[in-house]
């Protein structure tokens, strides 16, 4: 089973107690009715899902209840850092040691 740490709560708490909610740092457009379909399409379905570190959304519902962002590496599913929502994206580099 996951540990996730949630950044309001502070401590780490099982899987089951978090909901994944996408991914995380995704501009919503200024004005969706100008958008042609394929570029609404893209931006609702159209992800990264990156083969490694990868910025995600989760909420704590059985905590908290609140929204919150993490760096996961997707290989091996483990959480290399969990942030406040709306705190800026962090810089790979220095969480892993300048390797990306």
């Known amino acids: 089973m996951l540990l996730i740490r949630c950044p309001y709560c502070g401590e780490?708490?099982?899987?089951?107690?978090?909901?994944?909610?996408?991914e995380a740092h995704i501009a919503r457009p200024q004005d969706p009715?100008?958008?042609t379909d394929e570029e609404w399409r893209d931006f609702l379905?159209?992800?990264?899902?990156?083969?490694?570190?990868?910025?995600?959304?989760w909420r704590h519902v059985n905590g908290c209840g609140r929204f919150f962002n993490a760096v996961r590496e997707t290989v091996s599913d483990r959480f290399l850092l969990t942030y406040?929502?709306?705190?800026?994206r962090p810089d790979l580099a220095s969480l892993t040691g300048g390797t990306e």
């Open 12 to 22: 780490d708490r099982p899987e089951l107690e978090f909901a994944y909610a996408g």
């Open 45 to 57: 379905f159209i992800r990264s899902n990156p083969r490694g570190h990868h910025f995600e959304r």
């Open 33 to 35: 009715s100008k958008l």
């Open 84 to 88: 406040k929502a709306g705190e800026p």
